[in-house]
């Protein structure tokens, strides 16, 4: 048993892990240990000891920058009333290839097993994305430091692996397990699976109260606690929830989120009338460190409604916010201290740019105060602005821009249209089939054409806008683009003018480059 324990679990052959109870256990229910690390080679004799229960060992997964194995390490804000139910289901409904093993204090190590050595950083990037989808955990393995092994003192060990029916079984049916959910680099890359939203806007939320949705809050600082998900839910309703609603909500809150839930009185009073405010934001440590063992503030920033994402009530200031496009650009439009205002992109860059702008309508910008993590205010500001802008009716751009776009096409094919002429097919020019009044031509034709115009983003764009189609080969040419002839080019006119020009005449017109560019 040991020997296939060793080779399962190997990784770095330069050290291992003992640790040692203290007899102590935090305010959290977890089992304190004295660790030490051994720099010298795991053997069999070890592991020998680890399942007999005489001395706990823990390895590292890297040998270098490959591995074969990885964890997702759930530690839950309270180890006495966890249940591991929930992230058991979210395993098997999901059909992810993790044994879920419960650890020595009762968390959760979900193992990842490899068939072979793969890079870290690949294996790291397929765990980090099911970390961030499902669990928020705070440590992902490989993580250059060790973690406890399974099974200690297996015949009375508390350290056990559960199956998909959340029933814990002994060593022999784990090592079954392992083999049945090992996969390669490759089936793990192309494993697709669904994200996980048992809410709306669940992706966005803050990782602690995730977690607290998962796993039902037991410790202190419940007013606080209810009174940030009051926040998240203000956030998810652009602030539009008066007190009575807010106090119907967290009621509901307050029953789903704690063991043993808040007075309704409390909800009610203390927690709903105080969140309904435009200043909300939510509560974090260090000021509330209750909450640290499930605060992921480095996650948290970039989600949509986590910290970081409370936009200055100063927007409110900004009123009748429109833009104008044009092929060029694009100007945004508001009312400001009374002052009609006409910005470009380049003025809201930076807070600097904005102040001097405003200070030629004579007004002056007071920068505001940056905090020392998170998103500029300004830049929150700035974006909610764009967002908030509607288009001017008055001057809407798609008239215009489809307009110069078809003239832009018009120009193309009755500058380079030759009829039936397919040998010159590889000179630029576009050859018209006039039985099937259809058009052929070279995309590098078009794209000479299009040069540093900016009608068009790209070839691509107008070769799509036109319904343009690429064929492997026509009249023996390889690559070839073609569309019926658009109906609004005049091209009767053009070859009717060609006709009366001699070839010679033509032929020094597109030497000149007058037409085309050699």
Known sequence: MEQKLLNLFEGNSNLYLTTSPTGEVDERGKVEVKCLTIHKPITLELWKNHLEGKQRIGTQPEKGDVCKWGCIDIDPQSYKDYSQKKVIDILRDNQLPLVPVRSKSGGLHLFLFLDDWYSV?????????????????????????????????????????????????????????????????????????KEY???????????????????????????????????????????????????????????????????????????????????????????????????????????????????????????DVEFIRSTKSIEYTFTFQEEKIIISPEDIKDEKSFRVKLLRYGIYWMTLPRPKSGPSPFEMLMATLVRKAVENEKMKFEDTLDEEKYNFLKKFFESHIEEDSFEKLQDNYVILDSKTNTCFFKKITFEKFLGNNKTFKSATEALNLLGCIRLDYHEGVKNVWSVQMPKFVDYKKVIDNNSKQTVSEMDDDFHTGKFRTD
Not at 169 to 187: D, R, Y
Request: aromatic fraction near 8%.
């Open 121 to 193: 950083k690949d294996v790291l990037k397929k765990l980090n994305e099911w970390n961030k989808n499902f669990f928020q955990a705070l440590e992902v393995f490989p993580m250059n430091k060790c973690m406890n092994m399974p099974y200690f003192n297996m015949n009375a060990t508390t350290e056990f692996a559960y199956n998909d029916q959340n029933t814990p079984v002994m060593i022999g049916a784990f090592l079954e397990m392992v083999k049945n959910k090992t996969i390669s680099l490759k089936e793990l890359n192309n494993l697709k699976v």
């Open 197 to 319: 939203e048992p809410e709306s806007d669940w992706k966005h939320y803050p990782p602690c109260i995730q977690k607290m949705i998962m796993d039902k809050w037991s410790g202190s600082h419940r007013n606080d606690l209810l009174y940030n998900v009051g926040v998240l839910e203000m956030k998810k309703a652009d602030g539009n929830i008066n007190a009575k609603d807010m106090s119907d909500i967290l009621q509901k809150r307050n029953q789903e989120l704690f063991v043993t839930p808040m007075d309704p009185k409390e909800v009610e009073g203390s927690v709903a009338k105080s969140v309904v405010k435009k200043d909300y934001n939510y509560k974090c440590p260090p000021k509330l460190n209750a909450i640290t063992p499930i605060c992921n503030k480095d996650l948290c920033k970039l989600r949509k409604l986590g910290i970081g994402s409370q936009v200055p009530d100063m927007i409110d200031d900004f009123e």
